[in-house]
């Protein structure tokens, strides 16, 4: 039944209703007199429904609107003056009030799901408010799910944890799927009440809570809830200093539950989604925060998701909450009754996400062919949006050239990703033609602040921007809703593509400049000009400056802005960004001194992390040297560990991390020495079982 039927037939009930009412008042006071005893019994269970007072009421009401109500007046008044029992009168009230009560909540769950159906049936994949809106059931690639881990930070880099998890295998862990998130695991005694799921950005965490709430709303799944509420941190940011009880809060956000009169969700099961807690500007301060039990009472909304995740308010009530790793911890532990982490796809659902994004078989042949032959593609693919990135360049080189070598390092796919969308921008939004050149003097600015944001931002940590923060970077706030930026709260679409344009800033200032970013400012202040003249015209100390500077991360975070940074120093790199950058021509003697800047580094007492880290960067500079020097002896039966230098052991690791076979570890074919389980024991944790 739609709200629109529902509508129709609600005016009859409440009139029988309200004459129910008129005529026990005008009765009453003749009480006494006409006081009888109950004849016959006024309910009587059917096949169909109840019948009671000559009506048949079925929970579709579906026979309301036929009923003809000048006879119905007259046997309800004769039916009253027969049973004017107080009792009775006080069951059909009660009945009335249930059935009534029951009718408004589904009136209002339907509205609801319509909503959500609305809001969320389509998507844009990548960037908001761009491009063509996809259908989400049509493009949904079932994501991995997995359940354990602990609500503690990790502030390790991102595409270093999406490394480590690639190497997981998929068959050990038990898998979760998103209609089944709240059902609690053999062996476990309580209900799932508050949930916490972690993943890294871009892994498809919003998306997965968007698919949730969609199959509810299409009576695909968990039909057992009654209501859904999903809320993004971002939105709740916006509200910072306004008061709200918490039926006032969902009244703002779902105006069906006020339209339908709810004012209490005490008896009904919901589920609450608060998505993004990385992107939280509320002081959740779980210690000093007061407690508050009443839903009716007005307070700051931080008060207002303490209380609902700590269990005071509507402790009947399910939450959700999905947050990147380094935030986890805002929750205190005993807060959370489960938590899980999306780890992206695994390789069949890499596959089976291009399938269904090329309907054209050769193309989405050659395309997950070409992935599965670049170790970095293939890693970065774990994640969904990555995955899209990639679909947008190879889908417009395949589509503009034949013939063409596909990208194989991450720094060729995102020049490409960037001329892809600089393209889209100058057609789609400034109305221009296709034939001009994109990189005009106003694309050149934008890219420019952009960068500049991009690389201030990552030195502060800070992923999520406001409007002063484009401001002072020179980017127009009316044009920062379309293309690479979006909404009132700012982010780029992925960590990565923050870190890409912070390289080609550090790139493009040094070249127009002369000047070395990642040299400490007061550092450069205290120089002798003729030291300053020196260092400006060294492109190598750029590079050697950055390998420094990544190397001296204690979590990582420099790592991809360097593999960005040093790919940028390829001429075929610069030829992409023609326009954008200043023909420097060929510098293949610094390329030189810096592979072997990063080979002496290699043999200095690194982490496996910070070791297999440089290895990306070779690849980007396109030196594959010293793996293919240990693949060869590999592939001879030739290789001695007890000759290995300590930048051989890391590209013995980097290739044994590799390899798509990590079920069994014979390590005894390597060595059984103590040096060598210590080199070797990244590829033992990622092995299913090692010997």
């Known amino acids: 039944m739609g709200p629109n039927e ?84 006080k069951h059909i009230l009660i009945f009335l009030f249930g059935y009534l009560s029951e009718y408004t909540s589904l009136l209002c769950q339907q509205r609801l799901k319509s909503k959500l159906k609305k809001k969320f049936q389509s998507v844009f994949e990548g960037i908001a408010k761009a491009g063509n809106p996809t259908l989400l059931n049509q493009i949904y690639t079932e994501l991995h799910v997995t359940e354990g881990g602990t609500a503690e930070v990790n502030d390790e880099h991102e595409v270093r944890q999406i490394e480590t998890a690639s190497r997981k295998p998929d068959s050990l862990e038990a898998i979760i799927r998103k ?36 199959d509810w709303a299409e009576d695909k799944a968990n039909q057992d809830i009654q209501f859904i509420f999903p809320f993004t941190f971002r939105e709740l940011n916006v509200l910072k200093r306004r008061r709200f009880s918490l039926v006032e809060l969902v009244h703002h956000f779902f105006n069906q539950t006020n339209e339908s009169g709810i004012c209490s969700f005490e008896d009904f099961q919901v589920v609450f989604i608060f998505d993004g807690l990385d992107e939280c500007r509320l002081p959740l301060d779980f210690h000093k925060t007061k407690i508050l039990t009443d839903p009716r009472k007005s307070t700051s909304v931080d008060v207002l998701l303490i209380n609902l995740i700590r269990g005071k308010l509507l402790p009947s009530a399910r939450i959700w909450i999905t947050t990147r ?3 986890a911890n805002q929750i205190p532990p005993k807060c959370v009754s489960m938590v899980t982490e999306v780890r992206g796809f695994t390789d069949p659902q890499k596959e089976y996400y291009f399938r269904k994004r090329f309907r054209d078989h050769w193309k989405a042949n050659r395309i997950i062919s070409h992935m599965k032959t670049s170790r970095s593609l293939h890693i970065m693919c774990h994640i969904p949006v990555f995955c899209w990135i990639t679909a947008t360049v190879l889908e417009d080189v395949l589509k503009t050239r034949e013939g063409v070598l596909l990208p194989k ?36 600015k934008m890219i420019e602040s952009l960068g500049k944001l991009a690389f201030d931002h990552l030195q502060k940590g800070n992923l999520i921007f406001y409007e002063s923060d484009l401001t002072e970077c020179g980017i127009d706030i009316r044009a920062a809703s379309v293309g690479l930026y979006q909404d009132k709260v700012f982010c780029f679409i992925h960590l990565s593509v923050q870190e890409f344009l912070a390289a080609l800033h550090v790139h493009l200032t040094f070249i127009n400049s002369g000047l070395n970013l990642l040299v400490d400012k007061q550092q450069f202040s205290n120089m002798s000009k003729s030291f300053k003249k020196k260092h400006k015209s060294k492109l190598d100390h750029l590079y050697h400056s950055a390998v420094d500077k990544a190397l001296q991360s204690p979590n990582g975070h420099l790592d991809l802005f360097l593999r960005f940074l040093l790919g940028l120093s390829l001429q075929t790199n610069q030829t992409l960004l023609h326009g954008l950058l200043v023909d420097t021509g060929s510098r293949s003697n610094t390329n030189k001194k810096t592979v072997q800047y990063i080979k002496e580094k290699l043999h200095e007492n690194l982490s496996a992390e910070k070791s297999i880290n440089l290895l990306h960067c070779l690849n980007e500079l396109n030196d594959h040297s010293l793996v ?15 000759k290995l230098s300590p930048a051989q052991w890391s590209a013995l690791v980097f290739i044994l991390l590799s390899s798509e076979d990590l079920d069994v570890f014979d390590l005894k074919k390597y060595s059984a020495s103590e040096e060598a389980i210590l080199r070797l024991l990244p590829v033992v944790k990622a092995s299913t079982k090692a010997m």
């Open 179 to 214: 209609e089944n998130i709240f059902k609690a695991s053999p062996g476990r005694d309580e209900p799932i009440r508050t949930l916490l799921t972690k993943g890294v950005a871009g892994i498809g965490k919003t998306v997965l809570t968007q698919k949730y709430s969609l």
């Open 628 to 642: 293919e020097e240990i693949q060869q002896s590999l592939r001879s039966g030739g290789l001695s560990t007890d």
């Open 325 to 327: 790793p380094a935030a």
């Open 409 to 444: 390092t991450l720094t060729e796919m995102y020049i490409r990703f960037l001329v892809v969308q600089t393209k889209v921008k100058k057609v789609k939004y400034d109305g221009k033609a296709d034939a001009i050149p994109h990189w005009s003097q106003e694309s050149r």
């Open 6 to 89: 529902c509508k129709n037939k609600q005016l009859p009930v409440f009139l029988f209703f309200f004459y129910l009412i008129f005529v026990f008042k005008k009765n009453k006071s003749n009480e006494e007199e006409r006081r009888s005893p109950v004849v016959a019994t006024p309910f009587k269970t059917t096949t169909t429904g109840f019948k009671y007072l000559g009506i048949r009421i079925t929970p579709s009401l579906k026979d309301i609107t036929s009923i003809n109500y000048d006879p119905l007046v007259g046997e309800v008044t004769e039916m009253l003056n027969r049973w004017t029992n107080l009792h009775f009168i």
